[in-house]
């Protein structure tokens, strides 16, 4: 046995309604709520053999039984209330007369005491909420996200260019010197004989050029990325609700 809560009221329909005596009452089609607290007041139950009937009864004390619901009033009793016309509200008038035929006592009604009496008023439009609108509007959500622009790659290849260089290089070449006959040299001039005939030579060298090469680092080259921060307008429309005073000019 579990008491009904409010967040149940709205999955009661094509539930069982029983008495507490666990006699069946008939199944609920509707549920209908009270105008002046807008709270679930009064569940709409099918009765009579083939349905065709629907019977009012207070939502009050009912509870969850299992699957069924149990109301606070015997069978007899709500098929006895009187008979009101199941189009989706119940007047004023219904109301008094099923609180009547169940002992109850209507809620309170706000009615001005005289002309006075200030009214919070009440919306004439779309749903009956509460004593003022809401004004809203559109705000702009605006970010960023990464795209990919384009790529950037390094590419090494290899290139033949003439280099000219100057390398000074010795060569060797035989010149003739004669010197007069001195006491420092006469024994190795007469050395040879008086009369004599030979050949004297003199090897020549010269300096060559060798060319050889070897690879030598040079520098290293990376890619690395900067960024620019740029401002970009962003144009965009944007809806918003308005809210105007229309009525007779305060004269005072």
Do not use: C
């Not at 090494?156 to 010149?175: C, G, N, Q």
């Amino acid at each position: 046995m579990t008491q009904l809560e409010s967040s149940q009221v709205g999955n009661l329909v094509g539930h069982t309604a029983v008495d507490a005596g666990g006699d069946k009452v008939g199944t609920i089609s509707d549920v209908y709520v009270d105008n002046q607290t807008s709270q679930p007041a009064w569940l709409a139950v099918t009765t009579g053999m083939f349905g065709t009937k629907v019977s009012f009864v207070p939502i009050a004390d009912a509870y969850l039984d299992g699957d069924e619901i149990v109301v606070a009033y015997s069978t007899d009793h709500v098929k006895a209330a009187p008979n009101v016309e199941a189009d989706g509200q119940l007047s004023e008038q219904e109301v008094d007369d099923l609180y009547a035929h169940y002992g109850h006592q209507p809620a309170a009604r706000t009615t001005p005491d005289s002309a006075l009496t200030g009214d919070d008023g009440h919306d004439t439009s779309g749903p009956d909420t509460d004593d003022a609108m809401t004004r809203s509007e559109e705000q702009l959500d605006v970010d960023t996200h990464t795209r990919q622009t384009g790529t950037a790659r390094l590419r090494k290849w290899i290139e033949t260019e003439d280099v000219h260089m100057v390398v000074p290089i010795r060569r060797e070449k035989a010149r003739m010197v004669t010197e007069p006959i001195t006491d420092s040299n006469r024994e190795a001039a007469m050395s040879g004989g008086d009369l004599t005939e030979e050949d004297h030579e003199v090897t020549l060298s010269e300096e060559v050029i060798d060319v050889d090469k070897h690879v030598e680092a040079k520098e290293r080259v990376r890619l690395e990325t900067d960024v620019d921060i740029e401002e970009v307008a962003v144009d965009e429309q944007v809806r918003k609700e308005r809210i105007d005073f229309e009525g007779e000019p305060d004269t005072k």
